[in-house]
């Protein structure tokens, strides 16, 4: 069983920043690909960054140069640091992973960018 928790979220002026954390139960986690994935108002969810167990990151499109992904495997936790906010990067912003083929979610964290 994997549980996630995100926090971190709030309002935020664009070109502002915000540290989104994510802590994660399970013996599994420290082996395990974390997802940081968003859904914007009205949109489908959509993939933002990922992290492996050594440290191997991917960005979606939207968010390289801006955002970065990391995680602590000592401390269960996955962080993603949001550095000049636009507009369009408002949304609930969601943990993931996947464990023997089973998708885990956190409940989400809201940001919203004001222009």
């Known amino acids: 069983q994997v549980q996630l928790l995100e926090s971190g979220g709030g309002l935020v002026q664009a070109g502002g920043s915000l540290r989104l954390s994510c802590a994660a139960s399970?013996?599994?986690?420290?082996?395990?690909?974390m997802n940081w994935f968003r859904q914007p108002p009205g949109k489908e969810r959509e993939f933002v960054a990922a992290i492996n167990w050594s440290g191997y990151t991917s960005y979606g499109d939207s968010v390289k140069g801006r955002f970065t992904i990391s995680r602590d495997n000592a401390k269960n936790m996955v962080y993603l640091q949001m550095n000049s906010l636009k507009p369009e990067d408002t949304a609930v912003y969601y943990c993931?992973?996947?464990?023997?083929?089973?998708?885990?979610w956190g409940q989400g964290t809201q940001v919203t960018v004001s222009s």
């Open positions: 399970g013996r599994t986690f420290s082996s395990a690909v």
């Open positions: 993931n992973t996947r464990v023997r083929g089973r998708d885990y």
